[in-house]
Protein backbone atom coordinates (compact mmCIF):
# COMPACT_ATOMS: atom_id res chain seq x y z
CA UNK A 1 0.00 0.00 0.00
CA UNK A 2 1.74 3.40 -1.04
CA UNK A 3 2.03 5.80 2.02
CA UNK A 4 -0.10 8.49 -0.25
CA UNK A 5 -3.14 7.79 -1.59
CA UNK A 6 -4.89 10.23 -3.96
CA UNK A 7 -8.74 9.68 -5.06
CA UNK A 8 -10.27 10.22 -7.67
CA UNK A 9 -7.50 9.16 -10.14
CA UNK A 10 -9.25 10.48 -13.12
CA UNK A 11 -11.76 13.44 -13.11
CA UNK A 12 -13.85 14.36 -15.54
CA UNK A 13 -15.35 17.59 -15.04
CA UNK A 14 -18.05 20.11 -17.22
CA UNK A 15 -16.85 24.46 -16.46
CA UNK A 16 -17.80 25.89 -13.99
CA UNK A 17 -18.19 22.87 -11.93
CA UNK A 18 -16.69 22.36 -8.06
CA UNK A 19 -14.00 20.06 -7.84
CA UNK A 20 -12.78 17.75 -4.97
CA UNK A 21 -9.50 16.12 -4.71
CA UNK A 22 -8.26 13.54 -2.55
CA UNK A 23 -5.17 12.88 -0.58
CA UNK A 24 -5.26 10.21 2.28
CA UNK A 25 -1.50 9.49 4.47
CA UNK A 26 -0.59 6.82 6.31
CA UNK A 27 2.69 8.53 8.14
CA UNK A 28 3.19 11.12 10.42
CA UNK A 29 4.36 14.42 8.21
CA UNK A 30 6.11 17.81 9.11
CA UNK A 31 4.03 18.93 5.66
CA UNK A 32 1.99 18.56 2.81
CA UNK A 33 1.82 19.96 -0.97
CA UNK A 34 -0.25 19.93 -3.51
CA UNK A 35 1.45 20.02 -7.13
CA UNK A 36 0.15 20.56 -10.77
CA UNK A 37 1.24 19.76 -13.88
CA UNK A 38 0.35 20.69 -16.95
CA UNK A 39 0.20 18.01 -19.96
CA UNK A 40 4.12 18.23 -21.06
CA UNK A 41 4.58 20.09 -19.20
CA UNK A 42 6.67 20.96 -15.67
CA UNK A 43 5.78 21.05 -11.80
CA UNK A 44 4.42 23.96 -10.54
CA UNK A 45 3.54 24.11 -6.48
CA UNK A 46 0.46 25.02 -5.29
CA UNK A 47 0.22 24.87 -1.71
CA UNK A 48 2.30 23.67 1.29
CA UNK A 49 0.56 22.55 4.58
CA UNK A 50 0.72 21.83 7.51
CA UNK A 51 -2.46 22.70 9.14
CA UNK A 52 -6.05 24.73 8.38
CA UNK A 53 -6.80 25.82 5.38
CA UNK A 54 -5.07 27.65 2.56
CA UNK A 55 -6.75 29.86 -0.65
CA UNK A 56 -5.48 30.78 -3.55
CA UNK A 57 -8.18 32.36 -6.13
CA UNK A 58 -10.21 29.60 -6.60
CA UNK A 59 -7.86 27.01 -5.33
CA UNK A 60 -8.45 25.74 -1.76
CA UNK A 61 -6.37 23.20 0.37
CA UNK A 62 -7.49 21.80 3.51
CA UNK A 63 -5.89 18.85 5.79
CA UNK A 64 -7.08 17.05 8.79
CA UNK A 65 -3.83 16.39 10.48
CA UNK A 66 -6.07 13.73 13.08
CA UNK A 67 -7.55 12.10 10.16
CA UNK A 68 -4.46 12.02 8.03
CA UNK A 69 -6.27 13.26 5.28
CA UNK A 70 -6.53 16.80 2.82
CA UNK A 71 -8.50 18.43 -0.17
CA UNK A 72 -8.14 20.06 -2.46
CA UNK A 73 -11.10 22.12 -3.52
CA UNK A 74 -10.93 23.91 -7.46
CA UNK A 75 -14.29 26.28 -7.54
CA UNK A 76 -15.75 27.29 -10.81
CA UNK A 77 -13.51 25.21 -13.33
CA UNK A 78 -12.13 26.06 -16.49
CA UNK A 79 -10.81 24.23 -18.89
CA UNK A 80 -7.43 25.72 -18.16
CA UNK A 81 -7.67 23.60 -15.01
CA UNK A 82 -6.70 20.99 -16.79
CA UNK A 83 -3.59 19.23 -15.58
CA UNK A 84 -2.72 16.27 -12.91
CA UNK A 85 -2.73 17.26 -9.14
CA UNK A 86 -0.29 15.25 -6.95
CA UNK A 87 -0.40 15.57 -3.60
CA UNK A 88 2.87 15.04 -1.44
CA UNK A 89 4.24 14.85 2.00
CA UNK A 90 7.11 15.03 4.01
CA UNK A 91 7.54 12.48 6.39
CA UNK A 92 8.30 13.73 9.92
CA UNK A 93 11.64 12.10 11.05
CA UNK A 94 15.08 12.76 10.80
CA UNK A 95 15.87 11.29 8.45
CA UNK A 96 13.25 12.27 5.87
CA UNK A 97 14.39 16.21 5.86
CA UNK A 98 13.05 17.92 3.40
CA UNK A 99 12.29 14.83 1.29
CA UNK A 100 8.78 14.22 -0.44
CA UNK A 101 6.85 11.23 -0.89
CA UNK A 102 4.02 11.10 -3.51
CA UNK A 103 0.85 9.86 -4.71
CA UNK A 104 -0.14 8.93 -8.07
CA UNK A 105 -1.53 12.12 -9.22
CA UNK A 106 -5.28 13.19 -10.15
CA UNK A 107 -5.69 13.29 -13.75
CA UNK A 108 -8.55 16.19 -14.76
CA UNK A 109 -10.21 17.23 -17.55
CA UNK A 110 -12.29 20.04 -17.52
CA UNK A 111 -14.23 20.30 -20.61
CA UNK A 112 -15.79 23.71 -22.04
CA UNK B 1 14.30 36.00 -11.01
CA UNK B 2 15.85 32.84 -9.26
CA UNK B 3 15.19 29.62 -11.26
CA UNK B 4 16.37 26.66 -11.32
CA UNK B 5 16.84 24.87 -15.33
CA UNK B 6 17.59 21.39 -16.75
CA UNK B 7 19.47 20.70 -19.48
CA UNK B 8 19.12 18.91 -22.11
CA UNK B 9 15.56 19.16 -22.44
CA UNK B 10 15.28 15.67 -24.60
CA UNK B 11 17.81 13.10 -25.26
CA UNK B 12 17.99 9.94 -27.54
CA UNK B 13 20.84 7.60 -26.05
CA UNK B 14 21.87 4.00 -27.02
CA UNK B 15 21.98 1.20 -24.53
CA UNK B 16 25.38 1.54 -22.73
CA UNK B 17 26.58 4.59 -23.11
CA UNK B 18 26.98 7.02 -19.98
CA UNK B 19 24.74 10.33 -19.86
CA UNK B 20 24.70 13.31 -17.68
CA UNK B 21 21.97 15.27 -17.45
CA UNK B 22 22.69 19.04 -15.72
CA UNK B 23 20.51 20.83 -13.16
CA UNK B 24 21.29 24.37 -11.91
CA UNK B 25 19.45 26.49 -9.49
CA UNK B 26 20.00 30.17 -8.80
CA UNK B 27 17.79 30.22 -5.44
CA UNK B 28 21.29 29.59 -3.03
CA UNK B 29 19.23 26.12 -1.92
CA UNK B 30 21.25 23.98 -0.05
CA UNK B 31 18.81 20.95 -0.73
CA UNK B 32 18.83 19.45 -4.30
CA UNK B 33 16.81 16.43 -5.48
CA UNK B 34 16.57 14.11 -8.55
CA UNK B 35 13.04 12.21 -9.10
CA UNK B 36 11.91 9.97 -12.01
CA UNK B 37 8.31 10.31 -13.34
CA UNK B 38 7.02 7.13 -15.04
CA UNK B 39 3.42 5.99 -15.79
CA UNK B 40 2.15 4.08 -13.44
CA UNK B 41 4.94 4.90 -10.64
CA UNK B 42 4.43 8.68 -10.40
CA UNK B 43 7.43 10.81 -9.15
CA UNK B 44 10.22 8.63 -7.41
CA UNK B 45 13.49 9.68 -5.60
CA UNK B 46 16.31 9.06 -7.23
CA UNK B 47 19.17 10.96 -5.48
CA UNK B 48 19.49 13.74 -3.08
CA UNK B 49 22.04 16.28 -1.65
CA UNK B 50 21.61 18.84 1.59
CA UNK B 51 25.27 20.94 0.29
CA UNK B 52 27.99 20.64 -0.62
CA UNK B 53 29.84 17.39 -0.93
CA UNK B 54 26.93 15.80 0.23
CA UNK B 55 25.19 13.56 -2.02
CA UNK B 56 22.43 10.46 -0.31
CA UNK B 57 20.86 7.52 -1.94
CA UNK B 58 17.32 7.56 -3.02
CA UNK B 59 14.62 5.01 -3.40
CA UNK B 60 15.80 4.11 -7.28
CA UNK B 61 19.23 5.05 -7.30
CA UNK B 62 20.42 1.81 -8.89
CA UNK B 63 22.35 2.68 -11.87
CA UNK B 64 22.58 6.66 -10.95
CA UNK B 65 25.21 8.55 -9.47
CA UNK B 66 25.58 12.46 -8.22
CA UNK B 67 28.04 14.58 -7.72
CA UNK B 68 27.69 17.72 -5.40
CA UNK B 69 30.66 20.48 -6.05
CA UNK B 70 28.96 23.75 -5.71
CA UNK B 71 25.62 25.25 -4.51
CA UNK B 72 24.04 25.79 -7.60
CA UNK B 73 24.42 22.45 -9.44
CA UNK B 74 23.77 18.67 -9.16
CA UNK B 75 24.29 16.75 -11.94
CA UNK B 76 22.70 13.19 -12.56
CA UNK B 77 24.88 11.04 -14.18
CA UNK B 78 24.02 7.63 -15.55
CA UNK B 79 26.62 5.15 -15.84
CA UNK B 80 25.01 2.47 -18.41
CA UNK B 81 22.05 3.90 -19.68
CA UNK B 82 19.74 0.96 -19.63
CA UNK B 83 16.36 0.90 -21.34
CA UNK B 84 14.49 0.63 -17.93
CA UNK B 85 15.77 4.41 -17.01
CA UNK B 86 13.61 5.62 -20.52
CA UNK B 87 12.00 8.19 -17.86
CA UNK B 88 11.31 11.85 -17.67
CA UNK B 89 13.77 13.57 -15.10
CA UNK B 90 12.85 16.53 -12.94
CA UNK B 91 15.62 18.49 -10.54
CA UNK B 92 13.88 19.82 -7.71
CA UNK B 93 15.53 22.35 -4.59
CA UNK B 94 14.60 23.54 -1.53
CA UNK B 95 15.32 25.75 1.06
CA UNK B 96 16.55 24.25 4.52
CA UNK B 97 13.97 22.61 6.77
CA UNK B 98 10.71 20.42 6.15
CA UNK B 99 8.59 23.68 5.78
CA UNK B 100 10.01 25.17 2.25
CA UNK B 101 7.94 23.97 -0.98
CA UNK B 102 9.92 22.44 -3.48
CA UNK B 103 11.21 24.22 -6.78
CA UNK B 104 11.29 22.00 -10.43
CA UNK B 105 13.21 21.87 -12.66
CA UNK B 106 11.39 22.03 -16.09
CA UNK B 107 11.92 18.03 -17.03
CA UNK B 108 14.39 15.90 -19.09
CA UNK B 109 12.96 13.42 -21.51
CA UNK B 110 15.40 10.63 -21.83
CA UNK B 111 14.95 8.04 -24.01
CA UNK B 112 16.90 4.72 -24.15
CA UNK B 113 17.10 2.73 -27.35
Known amino acids: KNEVEQSPQNLTAQEGEFITINCSYS?????LHWLQQHPGGGIVSLFMLSSGKKKHGRLIATINIQEKHSSLHITASHPRDSAVYIC??????????????FGQGTILTVHP | DAEITQSPRHKITETGRQVTLACHQT?????MFWYRQDLGHGLRLIHYSYGVQDTNKGEVSDGYSVSRSNTEDLPLTLESAASSQTSVYFC????????????FGPGTRLTVT
Open chain 1, 27 to 31: VGISA
Open chain 2, 92 to 103: ASSGDGDYYEQY
Open chain 1, 88 to 101: AVTPSGGTSYGKLT
Open chain 2, 27 to 31: WNHNN
